[in-house]
Nanobody, 124 residues
Framework: QVQLVESGGGLVQVGGSLRLSCAASGRTFSSLAMGWFRQAPGKERDLVAMITWSGDRTLYADSVKGRFTISRDNAKTTVYLQMNNLKPEDTAVYYC?????????????????WGQGTQVTVSA
C-alpha cells in the first residue's frame, strides 16, 4: 500500500503561483510513477502532470504546458507541482496519484493510489 498526502493548495489571484507537494509513504518511493490529476465541479478527473520514478520522463496536459512543472525528490519521497501564471480555469481539487508503472497515462483509472485532494482556487 501507498499513502499519499497533499499540501500547498489555497486561494490565489489570476497570474499568481502555487506549489503543491505530495508526500508518499508505505512503499519504495523510487519505484513509483507519480503525478497529479484535477477535478473541477461537474467535470471528470483530468490529467495535469505525471513523472516517472527516475524523473527522466514527464507528461503534461496541453492546458498547463509552459505554466506548470512537475518534479520529485526521491530522498524526501515527495513530488511537487509548481504552478505559475494561474488562470480561473485551473480552479479544481488537485489529487496526487501514484502507481508501480513505467508507462505514463492520461487515464485516471490506470493509477491505483490516490491522495485525499487539495483545493486550488484562482480568483479573477
Amino acid at each position: 500500500q501507498v499513502q499519499l498526502v497533499e499540501s500547498g493548495g489555497g486561494l490565489v489571484q489570476v497570474g499568481g503561483s502555487l506549489r503543491l507537494s505530495c508526500a508518499a509513504s508505505g512503499r519504495t518511493f523510487s519505484s513509483l510513477a507519480m503525478g497529479w490529476f484535477r477535478q473541477a465541479p461537474g467535470k471528470e478527473r483530468d490529467l495535469v502532470a505525471m513523472i516517472t520514478w527516475s524523473g527522466d520522463r514527464t507528461l503534461y496536459a496541453d492546458s498547463v504546458k509552459g505554466r506548470f512543472t512537475i518534479s520529485r525528490d526521491n530522498a524526501k519521497t515527495t513530488v511537487y507541482l509548481q504552478m505559475n501564471n494561474l488562470k480561473p480555469e485551473d480552479t479544481a481539487v488537485y489529487y496526487c496519484v501514484a502507481d508501480l508503472t513505467t508507462v505514463l497515462s492520461r487515464v485516471a483509472q490506470r493509477y491505483d493510489y490516490w491522495g485525499q485532494g487539495t483545493q486550488v482556487t484562482v480568483s479573477a
